[in-house]
């Protein structure tokens, strides 16, 4: 099983940038995909981005097209999210977790997400 852990969170102003980086952990012998994940006020998480095992594919949500870009990293099963122009609200807790490109828009369900990182845009 796979733990994914997420870094780079913070208090930025409107207009700002960010870069998150997620990390994954335990032994597999595959590359997986990873997506980034955002919870409402509604504790619902929905997907931001995601990018496929191979790189070769990605999705966006229409809020975030054009400001945020999503990679894969150099070490296996890493991806970081650039989030630039952001705008107040942008502001909630993003996770990471392994993701399909093709299931990756709307409402997701896991069994269990890790601590995710706060983003907060403010002036």
């Known amino acids: 099983q796979l733990r994914f852990v997420e870094s780079g969170g913070g208090l930025v102003q409107p207009g700002g940038s960010l870069r998150l980086s997620c990390a994954a952990s335990?032994?597999?012998?595959?590359?997986?995909?990873i997506g980034w994940f955002r919870q409402g006020p509604g504790k619902e998480h929905e997907g931001v981005a995601c990018?496929?095992?191979?790189?070769?594919?990605?999705y966006y949500a229409d809020s975030v097209k054009g400001r945020f870009t999503i990679s894969r990293g150099n070490a296996k099963n890493t991806a970081d999210l650039q989030m630039t122009r952001l705008k107040p609200q942008d502001t909630v807790v993003y996770y990471c977790?392994?993701?399909?490109?093709?299931?990756?828009?709307?409402?997701?369900?896991?069994?269990?997400w890790g601590q995710g990182t706060p983003v907060t845009v403010a002036s």
């Open positions: 335990g032994f597999t012998l595959d590359h997986v995909g």
């Open positions: 977790t392994d993701a399909d490109p093709e299931y990756c828009s709307g409402y997701v369900r896991r069994s269990s």
């Open positions: 990018i496929s095992r191979s790189g070769g594919s990605t």
